[in-house]
């Protein structure tokens, strides 16, 4: 009786050591609501202004959301590893809006859903820079960038306008 019990502890405990680890290790990645991961590859800092930098976080392709005004334009910085220094860089305008895009070969104005996007490079340094600037329309605005097979959503949400007293 006591061999039977001590048999199947045994057996209770192998089991055990073999699929926990695996259990452990799947609940130990950084999940966040709607099932996205945080992405640590991509660095994005909203500059305020000022000297001011504000980082964002990055979950399964998709921005922190950033809250605007009407027709305020936002500077955003995009840091990359440096391994990715030169990879061509797209920018399309899902909901409207304007961006400006600073690179090594120019500023560019990309309007028009991103239909008139020229092609734009990652700095040598890593970074891509552009700043966003949504119309006078309240609501969301929504910036896709894309590098390679890696896509990066912005929303930017436009509060209405201030009451003029």
């Known amino acids: 009786m006591i061999t039977r019990k001590l048999l199947s502890s045994a057996c209770l405990a192998i089991l055990a050591a073999i699929f926990l680890p695996l259990e452990l290790f ?6 966040v609501p ?5 992405d640590r590859s991509v660095q994005v800092v909203l500059n305020s202004g000022e000297d001011s930098e504000t980082p964002l976080e990055i979950y399964g392709g ?5 809250g605007m005004l009407p ?5 955003f910085t995009l840091q990359f590893p440096s391994t990715r ?13 304007q961006v400006t895009a600073v690179t090594n070969q120019g500023t ?5 859903n991103g239909a008139d996007a020229p092609n734009l490079l990652i700095s040598a340094e890593g970074t891509f820079e552009f700043s966003f600037q949504p ?21 930017l949400y436009v509060k209405r306008a201030p009451a003029n007293n």
Do not use: H, K
């Open 26 to 31: 799947a609940q130990a990645q950084a999940q």
């Open 34 to 38: 709607g099932g996205g991961r945080l």
């Open 62 to 66: 998709e921005v922190e959301p950033v």
């Open 71 to 75: 027709n305020q334009a936002m500077p």
């Open 85 to 97: 220094a030169g990879e061509p860089i797209m920018v399309a305008l899902l909901d409207g809006g």
């Open 108 to 112: 560019f104005v990309i309007s028009n």
């Open 135 to 155: 119309g006078a329309t309240a609501g969301l605005y929504r910036v896709l960038v894309t590098v390679g097979v890696d896509q990066y959503q912005f929303q």
